[in-house]
T-cell receptor
Framework: GAVVSQHPSRVICKSGTSVKIECRSL??????MFWYRQFPKKSLMLMAT?????????EQGVEKDKFLINHASLTLSTLTVTSAHPEDSSFYIC??????????????FGSGTRLTVV | SQQGEEDPQALSIQEGENATMNCSYK?????LQWYRQNSGRGLVHLIL?????REKHSGRLRVTLDTSKKSSSLLITASRAADTASYFC?????????FGTGTSLTVIP
């Protein structure tokens, strides 16, 4: 139980276009999801906390208009990178808080999305 | 930033030796967790220690937590080449979940 599916796993897009990444909790309801960004050989930086039915809470320094987060249902959160530029190229990982704690640690992570902007 | 800091940033040891990594954080926590990540891959949960615990063991892993110093350590005993990976601590504040800066461990066969 407590599986999070993240899609796509890889995406290449042109500069100026927008890219949407989906994060779905498959067998549990996730009221809270988190979005992270990871640069090569670096740690995961929390970008924003997404709560179902309300606006996301962004970490300091993260552009809200650049990284649009929508958590319209208890099983789906999306991250849209708008007007992507090469510096947005990165590994993006979502995580969902599992309220029933069926996974050790209480958090389940998606497998990540490798975004390359050319 | 609420991100925790780990040291060392990189650690290289011989197979069979022990590896110790340290994590410091800034805020009160519900629990602290350690994760492992192989290059370019997803995260693997290793161990969780709650704020009211001081030490925990799991196989070759030993984790300590000192909430007064806001620090934790991960000890991997009798290391193996397969332990080569990046290790991250992560703090659960109840509202957010922050990762440390990570330690890159290389175990030389």
């Amino acid at each position: 139980g407590a599986v999070v599916s993240q899609h796509p796993s890889r995406v290449i897009c042109k500069s100026g276009t927008s890219v949407k990444i989906e994060c779905r909790s498959l067998d549990f309801q996730a009221t809270t999801m988190f979005w992270y960004r990871q640069f090569p050989k670096k740690s995961l930086m929390l970008m924003a906390t997404s709560n179902e039915g309300s606006k996301a809470t962004y970490e300091q320094g993260v552009e809200k208009d650049k990284f649009l987060i929508n958590h319209a249902s208890l099983t789906l959160s999306t991250l849209t990178v708008t007007s992507a530029h090469p510096e947005d190229s990165s590994f993006y990982i979502c995580s969902a808080r599992d309220p029933l704690g069926s996974r050790v640690g209480g958090y389940t992570f998606g497998s990540g999305t490798r975004l390359t902007v050319v | 930033s609420q991100q925790g800091e780990e040291d060392p940033q990189a650690l290289s040891i011989q197979e069979g030796e022990n590896a110790t990594m340290n994590c410091s954080y800034k805020t009160s926590i519900n629990n602290l967790q350690w994760y492992r990540q192989n290059s370019g891959r997803g995260l693997v949960h290793l161990i969780l220690i709650r704020s009211n615990e001081r030490e925990k063991h799991s196989g070759r892993l030993r984790v300590t937590l000192d909430t007064s110093k806001k620090s934790s350590s991960l000890l991997i005993t009798a290391s193996r080449a397969a332990d080569t990976a990046s290790y991250f601590c992560a703090t659960d504040t109840g509202n957010q979940f922050y990762f440390g800066t990570g330690t890159s461990l290389t175990v030389i066969p």
